[in-house]
């Protein structure tokens, strides 16, 4: 599944679209950066209700194709703005991490 | 043995937002250079885990980042309060972080096993009131 599925979920407001032609590797959740840093797949969409710059930090460094802000979290401008020049895509979404998660698997992520 | 590359980076230790610049820019240059994406990873990993140690713990400090034609090896220097046991640090779930640090996401206590799990050499040199250098080194 390409990341261009995942920018058309319904319940997800594109913040930063990142390459949408990216091939997703897994969906992950986790809130902790520090096992984030360590487990998170390169290529995965990673869901979280942490918005910090450190976040950014985390997924850029491990290769994560898309941050997913669950709980109606949101993003500094400053933050976005890097996201951008990084080329990972940021979404937003009202639902809680598991349902927005279920919804991406559903979709087509194993 | 062909030419090395030699960077180096102070590490900021007031600012918690900007952690991570250094590991970035080594992973560019890492990029820039061919270097296999699994080893960019391996050593991004590491050095951030290291470079956000340096920030908590020791208010900043120096990474030199060496790169030559069979590895990369990473020398992160600071003067903090050094570790006082190190088989206990590196424990999984072990962390002495500021509640400050945790609520941003830190403090899981990952860190040092993290830095292990992703170098292929890691080595501890630390004195208590003048501290800590750590040396990892990621195969190419």
Known sequence: MKLQTVLELPECKVLVKGNPEREISKVFCCDLLSIAMGKAAADSVWVTVMGNKNTLAVATLADVACIVLAEGIGMDEGTLAKAEEEGIAILSTELPIFDISLEIYEAGVS | MGDQLIFTYVIDGNDFTRAGEASSSVKNKLKMLG??????????????????????????????????????????????????????????????????????????????????????????????????????????
């Open chain 2, 35 to 140: 270097v296999g994406s699994d080893v960019i990873r391996k050593t991004a990993i590491a050095m951030y885990e290291g470079e956000i140690n340096m920030v908590i713990h020791a208010d900043g400090g120096t990474i030199t980042v060496t790169i030559s034609d069979t590895d990369i090896t990473m020398v992160l220097a600071d003067t903090g309060p050094g570790i006082p046991d190190i088989d206990q640090a590196m424990q999984e779930g072990f962390s002495t972080a500021r509640e400050e640090v945790r609520s941003l996401g830190f403090g899981a206590g990952m860190g040092l096993p993290n830095m292990k799990r992703y170098s292929d050499e890691m080595h501890i040199d630390t004195v208590i009131g003048q501290g800590t250098t750590i040396t990892m080194k990621v195969n190419l």
